[in-house]
Antibody
Framework: EELLVESGGGLEQPGGSLRLSCAASGFSFRSYGMNWVRQAPGKGLEWISYISSSGNNMYNGDSVKGRFTISRDNAKNSVFLQMNSVRAEDTAVYYC????????????WGQGTVVTVSS | DIQMTQSPSSMSASVGDSVTITCRASQTIDTSLNWYQQKPGKAPKLLIFAASTLQSGVPSRFTGSGSLTDFTLTISSLQPEDFATYYCQQGYNTPPTFGGGTKVEI
């Protein structure tokens, strides 16, 4: 079974840092690009970051540019999201999602991890 | 960024009904349009990609159509498990953007 499992969410104060992880199994991880998509409470979906299969190309949404960094470790079948200088508006469920390339559909999603930014 | 506008934002329907959801892009996106279903507390699930191609395992009562800027998702003969929120998403350029969602309620 193709599976993505996120971890690392929790409560953080404004200005703090969090590192999210997403572990993949059941497919050739190194063949796929990976994304982070978030959903604020009661709101819609927002794409925030993409990394190519090799890790050589990355794109970030404007709302997180300069604060969040996506990375991956193909040897460990994992993708990460380093979140720095977090703000209250970063409070959301964070999903990792697979896509064959940057403009491809998100065909596999993890169950999500909850990030709450509050003092 | 390309803006995606869905309508309606919510709708009521009954089991067995046929429903249509509309998605409009702020600029032409050819057929680079995907549809997702999300149930409460769950991750989104890909239903249709490239405007009209059914993802593997998705029932044939789901149909997507459209091109350029106007797209539709039709669910024929609604089943109890179809009551959910549906999102469109453009994959034409970066950043990928989603519509605001359409909640299909009983």
């Amino acid at each position: 079974e193709e599976l993505l499992v996120e971890s690392g969410g929790g409560l953080e104060q404004p200005g703090g840092s969090l590192r999210l992880s997403c572990a993949a199994s059941g497919f050739s991880f190194r063949s796929y690009g990976m994304n982070w998509v978030r959903q604020a409470p009661g709101k819609g979906l927002e794409w925030i970051s993409y990394i190519s299969s090799s890790g050589n190309n990355m794109y970030n949404g404007d709302s997180v540019k300069g604060r969040f960094t996506i990375s991956r470790d193909n040897a460990k079948n994992s993708v990460f999201l380093q979140m720095n200088s977090v703000r209250a508006e970063d409070t959301a469920v964070y999903y990792c999602a697979r896509s064959l390339m940057v403009h491809a559909p998100f065909d596999i999603w993890g169950q999500g991890t909850v990030v709450t930014v509050s003092s | 960024d390309i803006q995606m506008t869905q309508s309606p934002s919510s709708m009521s329907a009954s089991v067995g009904d046929s429903v249509t959801i509309t998605c409009r892009a702020s600029q032409t996106i050819d057929t680079s349009l995907n549809w997702y279903q999300q149930k409460p507390g769950k991750a989104p699930k890909l239903l249709i990609f490239a405007a009209s191609t059914l993802q593997s395992g998705v029932p044939s009562r789901f149909t997507g159509s459209g091109s350029l800027t106007d797209f539709t998702l039709t669910i024929s003969s609604l089943q109890p498990e179809d009551f959910a929120t549906y999102y469109c998403q453009q994959g034409y350029n970066t950043p990928p953007t989603f519509g605001g969602g359409t909640k299909v309620e009983i």
